[in-house]
């Protein structure tokens, strides 16, 4: 059986969710294929289930450690069961929201897989139909990637996805790669009640990140109990009678835990696409290569999301997806680059959005930053939370902001209006005269801007 479409969207995550409804308000009729849940990993194993883990993690911590502000609570404790079924109901609710957005605009998805057969032809299976369409658009996103010497069992090594599913709490959890998702999940597990050890071969966590937003993390994460090795690696690793994962570091130190989590970065889904039969290219990773109009080596394939590389951050992804599809329908419009916040949910939490003061003058701008410090907060004193502080980067001769960087209590809630500044080539001028309400969190980026112009 052949069917034709007027596009197809291979991938039913914040890309391709996003492409199918942007094409359909564009007039189009698309067929999105998902061979799994709607959401991608987004919605049902990262950002939706790993944020209602850390929430509750921090209300716990917070319960417990509530005395010195009035509050008494006798023998709180963690139901991990009920956690978890916490985290499923969140996901369920977030991925029927998926399906409605979908259904209003007029899409149904198809479950099944796809492959090329050609560049305009797929394959779905477990069906045996083909479907042509003169448009299509990869966006079938990323899985955990391990190591040589620390491989996924779904035992005792689990990935990301993986350790999700766990059903008891584990009184050791050793952590390989002290990245992203390695800060959040010790942070969770850490304020949970287990043991974490976390193993990172570079010189400090959050690798690429400046060390001043760093610190207060790292110093966060060690008074919670967590055992940090830096500039540590595995070597190799094994099980001991009694079940434990035994993890042998290459400086002769031995790491024994319930379970592993490797947490050291993400390969494309592109094996089994078929993409070869297509003509598109991939790079030596597997990562489709697009133009700046995220159009594949062949016309007519776009890719969004996750399967064309760094960053994996859903929002980048939802951009993307929405760019491909008026791209595959109107042309020439090219994503956003450095208007991308990235967060890391750890606590203190961190936030970023553009460049830094090396990144401007990597590119030669001469640039100004100015920073200002939650502990002169009065929000932050309200909360009992002065640690971090927010510092923002303009560009000298125009004062036009270029960054903001920012460590601190919710600050994950502050960087989306920075995002919106930027997008509007605001100046810190212009931010400074601002009237932000008091007291809040927010009023440390006008100050910031205030520091900034002193240095005029």
């Excluded at 939706?48 to 502000?69: C, E, L, S, Y």
């Excluded at 079924?85 to 977030?94: A, G, H, I, L, N």
Aim: with cysteine; proline share 4%.
């Amino acid at each position: 059986m052949t069917g034709n479409t007027d596009a197809i969207v291979i991938g039913g995550g914040p890309a391709g969710y996003s492409a199918a409804v942007r094409m359909a308000e564009l007039g189009l009729k698309p067929l999105l294929i998902e061979k799994s849940d709607l959401g991608g990993v987004c919605t049902n194993r990262g950002c939706i289930p790993t944020k209602a883990m850390i929430h509750v993690a921090k209300v716990f911590r917070d319960a417990r450690q509530g005395g010195r502000m009035g509050v008494r609570g006798e023998g709180i404790t963690i139901d991990f069961g009920q956690l978890q079924q916490w985290c499923c109901f969140t996901v369920e609710k977030v991925r029927r929201g998926v399906k409605y957005l979908l259904e209003s605009h007029g899409i149904e998805p198809l479950r099944g897989e796809a492959s090329f057969l050609a560049p305009d032809r797929l394959l779905l299976q477990p069906s045996g139909e083909e479907l042509r369409s003169r448009v299509i658009v990869v966006a079938t996103g990323s899985r955990p990637s391990d190591l040589p010497a620390v491989r996924f069992d779904s035992r005792g090594v689990l990935s990301s996805d993986d350790i999700l599913q766990l059903q008891a709490l584990p009184g050791e959890l050793a952590i390989v790669g002290g990245g992203v998702v390695g800060v959040e999940m010790a942070t969770a597990f850490a304020y949970l009640g287990s043991k974490v050890t976390i193993v990172e071969l570079m010189g400090q966590l959050l690798p690429g990140f400046d060390g001043a937003l760093v610190r207060p993390v790292h110093d966060s994460l060690a008074k919670a109990g967590v055992d940090i090795n830096l500039g540590s690696s595995v070597v190799e690793s094994g099980y001991t009678g009694e079940g434990k994962v035994r993890l042998s570091l290459a400086d002769g130190r031995t790491v024994l835990a319930d379970r592993v989590l490797v947490s050291v970065g993400r390969r494309p889904n592109t094996q089994g696409l078929g993409l070869d039969r297509a003509g598109v290219d991939v790079d030596g990773k597997g990562f489709i290569k697009v133009n700046e109009y995220l159009e594949s080596s062949r016309s007519g394939v776009y890719a969004a999301g996750d399967v064309t590389g760094l960053p994996y951050l859903a929002h980048r992804a939802m951009d993307h997806g929405s760019v491909a599809a008026w791209n595959a329908c109107r042309g020439d419009r090219t994503p956003q680059q450095s208007h991308f916040p990235s967060v890391i949910y750890s606590d203190p939490e961190i936030a970023t959005i553009g460049m830094d003061e090396q990144g401007c003058a990597a590119r030669g701008i001469n640039a100004v930053a100015g920073s200002y410090s939650f502990a002169a907060s009065g929000r932050a004193q309200t909360l009992g939370r002065l640690e971090g502080f927010v510092k923002v980067v303009a560009e000298r001769s125009t004062r036009r902001l270029l960054g903001v960087s920012m460590v601190g209590q919710s600050v994950s809630e502050l960087i989306g209006g920075c995002s919106a500044l930027m997008r509007c080539s605001a100046t810190i001028s212009d931010i400074a005269s601002g009237s932000f309400p008091h007291p809040t969190l927010s009023e440390a980026i006008v100050e910031a801007t205030r520091s900034a112009l002193r240095q005029l």
